[in-house]
């Protein structure tokens, strides 16, 4: 069977749970090894390890907070020590701490755009040597359409978002020379636990904003991430797609 990834290590972030393990998930049915970033090794990492290697696929699960430039500078050894190459990272992980910008404490702006933006440098920062020694390499930064438009009552979210836009095309512009590409995926309202905790009117509101008519599945995000990963997308670097069904 043709695999749009077979051959290529990819590094996903934020893999536990949503976005992220569904990209892991069809990262690996599509032949790719996948190292998945965790916080903690629950039920949920186990049973995709399961999966992914019932089905024949090859991955790995790495404890490490995306913030910490030094764990993940760490881990990112380790995962070449492992895999012996890295063609792919995905920057997923991802946390909101919403409030208005006047009631917003340091600590909520702190912790959102550590969490959000720093590890997307961390993560860049520690494989782009490696994807600059092999000349290629794809990198794919998980944003939201709030980084594009702004939302009230997330001025810490919506920046550390705009903040992986301006991150990936300058990414694209200093490494693309060397065959590395980078792209920022905008997602609109995506069914995960993230949106779940929601008020169920603000679910409605934004159900009725949105022209499909309904949020969009985590797997919904994951393809486009396999279309950024793979060769498919070898002519495109520095952009940002969005997926919202016409939000
Ligand atoms: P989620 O909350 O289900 O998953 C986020 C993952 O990030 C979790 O597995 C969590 O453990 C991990 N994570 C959090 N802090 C971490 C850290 N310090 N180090 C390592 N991992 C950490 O969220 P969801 O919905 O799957 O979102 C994934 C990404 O997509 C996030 O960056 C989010 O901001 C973005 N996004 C989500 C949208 C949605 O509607 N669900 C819309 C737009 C963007």
Redesign the pocket.
């Known amino acids: 069977m043709n695999q749009l990834l077979s051959n290529k290590v990819g590094i996903v ?10 990209t892991a998930r069809l990262f690996a049915k599509e032949g790719c090894r996948v190292a998945m ?4 090794i629950n039920e949920k990492v186990t049973d995709t390890i399961e999966q992914i290697k019932a089905d024949g696929g090859e991955v790995q699960a790495y404890v ?5 430039y030094e764990q993940v500078h760490t881990i990112t050894e380790q995962v070449m020590k492992d895999f012996g190459r890295i063609d792919i990272l995905v ?6 701490k919403d409030n208005l910008l006047l009631r917003m404490t340091e600590e909520q702006w702190d912790n959102v755009i ?3 933006l720093k ?1 997307a440098f961390n993560f860049i920062h520690a494989v782009s040597p490696h994807m600059m020694r092999q000349k290629s390499g794809s990198i794919i930064s ?5 980084g594009i438009y702004g939302n009230a009552g997330q001025a810490n ?1 919506a920046a550390s ?1 705009a903040g992986m836009i301006a991150l990936t095309e300058t990414t694209a512009k200093e490494f693309g020379s060397r065959g590395i590409r980078a792209n920022a ?11 779940a905790n929601l008020p169920q009117n603000t679910i409605d509101e934004f159900v009725k904003r949105i022209p499909m008519h309904r ?2 599945l ?1 797997e919904e ?1 994951a393809n486009v991430a396999l279309f950024l990963a793979s060769d498919l997308s070898s002519y495109v670097s520095g952009q940002t797609i969005q997926v919202t069904g016409a939000m």
């Open positions: 972030t934020g893999a536990a749970r949503g976005i992220g393990n569904a970033i965790v916080r903690s490490c907070d995306a913030s910490s920057n997923n992980a991802g946390i909101t550590n969490v959000n590890s998980m944003s939201s359409v709030v979210y978002k995926i905008a997602p609109g309202f995506i069914l995960t636990d993230m949106t949020g969009g985590p995000v």
